[in-house]
């Protein structure tokens, strides 16, 4: 047997989707339709870009997480989040899911009942309720959620003038190891704010104290915040039994669940290092039993969930503009799709495949949108396939906080569709156009004829 030639250990710069000595890399996967609708045949009939929906995957995602946390509590209900995304489509959708409407202002309160949830079915959240919103809101019999003791004065005025009971709840802000807290909205569990607010109720005659409400963050990360949350509520929903002999009607544990989107930073995909909804589900529920309660008497659970349940089911059709090289030789990719329809690109680094194949050749790009701002980079550095002028991406995961986020910039924001249960294709949302855009406007005289030389 001879001997082994030596080699010298050296590190080597090995390019994406090029053959070196660990092999190539994967086939890059493509998308090339969306619940059984061809892209080329969405892009043909609606233009790009596009903002697609699935309604079946809405209604999945919906039934799915109410079955995990239904098996382990036996009392739950959903409340569709609107500023996650208040498409009337969307909102639709879960509504006949079952779900109630969560708003945060008054504007999303008044698209509630537009769509027929009765205030009864309408938790009201936010630091920022109008008189008018408030008054609206106790005839209504709507949930309010009390941020603060201005808004908790606010509301005994409006109350005793109406001479109605309002149904409330307080949002408490705690200590579970979530940093930044989240301590600018509600009332601090810890320096005792919480339970005073919740004595300041008691006592009134135009308050009824119905319920518990925390929202720790968002895209929270691990199952032990949750857990210790719902223990601090379970203690204040004691002290509430044993002082003045009331059985709230519920917890609110809020939102905050992460989707399948993986944050800027995170080296492994957020499918490889989340915690699964089941654990989170396990987390949330089992401490609601400390409170050695009937069956029949426990709170119910109310979950505000909105990314988790949405973003999967979005997608952004776009088209390769051109290709460039960088000054540092990347390749750069210019697409149709900005940042201002994705604000959410900022923090997230979206899934972007090919809705065609491209071949296996691929390469480290950055991704830009139309924008002639620098900021418009919708990812810095992806591996993809060679794209040429025309071809389609599509980028994935932007159902939450896409179309409540985006903006009219320097182009005007495009169509947005659903595939339906049944493949047939509705627009829930015109794109806009110049007459759309200015007509809000209004021009003073003086300022309506000019002459340029």
């Given at each position: 047997?001879?001997?082994?030639?030596?080699?010298?250990?050296?590190?080597?710069?090995?390019?994406?989707?090029?053959?070196?000595?660990?092999?190539?890399?994967?086939?890059?996967?493509?998308?090339?339709?969306?619940?059984?609708?061809?892209?080329?045949?969405?892009?043909?009939?609606?233009?790009?870009?596009?903002?697609?929906?699935?309604?079946?995957?809405?209604?999945?995602?919906?039934?799915?997480?109410?079955?995990?946390?239904?098996?382990?509590?036996?009392k739950v209900q959903f409340a569709w989040s609107y500023?996650?995304?208040?498409?009337?489509?969307?909102?639709?959708?879960?509504?006949?899911?079952?779900?109630?409407?969560?708003?945060?202002?008054?504007?999303?309160?008044?698209?509630?009942?537009?769509?027929?949830?009765?205030?009864?079915?309408?938790?009201?959240?936010?630091?920022?309720?109008?008189?008018?919103?408030?008054?609206?809101?106790?005839?209504?019999?709507?949930?309010?959620?009390?941020?603060?003791?201005?808004?908790?004065?606010?509301?005994?005025?409006?109350?005793?003038?109406?001479?109605?009971?309002?149904?409330?709840?307080?949002?408490?802000?705690?200590?579970?190891?979530?940093?930044?807290?989240?301590?600018?909205?509600?009332?601090?569990?810890?320096?005792?704010?919480?339970?005073?607010?919740?004595?300041?109720?008691?006592?009134?005659?135009?308050?009824?104290?119905?319920?518990?409400?925390?929202?720790?963050?968002?895209?929270i990360m691990a199952t032990e915040p949750y857990r210790?949350?719902?223990?601090?509520?379970?203690?204040?929903?004691?002290?509430?039994?044993?002082?003045?002999?009331?059985?709230?009607?519920?917890?609110?544990?809020?939102?905050?669940?992460?989707?399948?989107?993986?944050?800027?930073?995170?080296?492994?995909?957020?499918?490889?290092?989340?915690?699964?909804?089941?654990?989170?589900?396990?987390?949330?529920?089992?401490?609601?039993?400390?409170?050695?309660?009937?069956?029949?008497?426990?709170?119910?659970?109310?979950?505000?969930?909105?990314?988790?349940?949405?973003?999967?089911?979005?997608?952004?059709?776009?088209?390769?503009?051109?290709?460039?090289?960088?000054?540092?030789?990347?390749?750069?990719?210019?697409?149709?799709?900005?940042?201002?329809?994705?604000?959410?690109?900022?923090?997230?680094?979206?899934?972007?495949?090919?809705?065609?194949?491209?071949?296996?050749?691929?390469?480290?790009?950055?991704?830009?949108?139309?924008?002639?701002?620098?900021?418009?980079?919708?990812?810095?550095?992806?591996?993809?396939?060679?794209?040429?002028?025309?071809?389609?991406?599509?980028?994935?995961?932007?159902?939450?906080?896409?179309?409540?986020?985006?903006?009219?910039?320097?182009?005007?924001?495009?169509?947005?569709?659903?595939?339906?249960?049944?493949?047939?294709?509705?627009?829930?949302?015109?794109?806009?156009?110049?007459?759309?855009?200015?007509?809000?406007?209004?021009?003073?005289?003086?300022?309506?004829?000019?002459?340029?030389?």
């Open positions: 047997m001879s001997k082994k030639v030596y080699e010298r250990p050296v590190i080597i710069k090995q390019h994406s989707g090029l053959m070196n000595k660990f092999g190539s890399s994967p086939v890059q996967p493509t998308i090339t339709e969306i619940d059984g609708v061809a892209v080329n045949n969405l892009v043909e009939e609606y233009g790009s870009p596009l903002f697609v929906f699935s309604e079946k995957q809405i209604r999945e995602n919906q039934r799915k997480m109410l079955r995990i946390f239904k098996t382990r509590y036996p500023k996650t995304n208040y498409l009337s489509a969307v909102c639709s959708v879960f509504h006949q899911e079952g779900s109630w409407a969560e708003v945060v202002s008054e504007y999303e309160y008044q698209r509630a009942r537009k769509l027929g949830v009765s205030g009864a079915n309408i938790i009201f959240n936010g630091p920022d309720k109008s008189d008018s919103a408030l008054e609206t809101a106790v005839k209504e019999k709507a949930k309010i959620h009390i941020d603060h003791f201005d808004e908790l004065y606010q509301l005994l005025e409006i109350t005793e003038k109406l001479d109605l009971k309002a149904n409330v709840a307080i949002r408490v802000n705690m200590d579970v190891g979530i940093y930044p807290k989240w301590d600018r909205f509600g009332f601090n569990y810890e320096n005792g704010e919480a339970a005073h607010a919740i004595k300041r109720i008691m006592t009134s005659k135009t308050l009824n104290l119905v319920g518990l409400h925390t929202h720790i963050g968002t895209y210790l949350a719902v223990l601090k509520l379970v203690e204040l929903a004691k002290m509430v039994h044993a002082q003045y002999e009331t059985v709230l009607e519920y917890i609110d544990v809020g939102g905050g669940l992460p989707s399948k989107n993986t944050l800027k930073g995170q080296y492994l995909d957020a499918e490889q290092l989340l915690p699964s909804y089941e654990q989170y589900a396990d987390a949330i529920t089992s401490p609601l039993f400390d409170l050695n309660l009937p069956p029949d008497e426990l709170p119910t659970l109310f979950l505000e969930t909105g990314r988790a349940l949405i973003d999967d089911a979005g997608y952004l059709i776009s088209t390769v503009l051109g290709n460039k090289r960088l000054s540092n030789g990347k390749r750069a990719i210019i697409i149709d799709a900005g940042v201002n329809y994705l604000f959410t690109s900022h923090w997230f680094n979206h899934k972007i495949v090919p809705a065609q194949n491209s071949g296996n050749f691929t390469e480290n790009a950055a991704v830009y949108g139309p924008l002639c701002m620098n900021i418009d980079c919708l990812r810095e550095d992806i591996v993809l396939p060679t794209q040429k002028k025309g071809d389609r991406l599509i980028i994935l995961f932007v159902g939450a906080y896409s179309v409540t986020q985006w903006m009219q910039f320097i182009t005007t924001r495009p169509k947005i569709t659903m595939v339906m249960e049944d493949k047939t294709v509705e627009v829930i949302r015109e794109d806009e156009d110049l007459e759309y855009i200015i007509s809000p406007e209004r021009v003073p005289e003086k300022l309506t004829s000019f002459s340029l030389k």
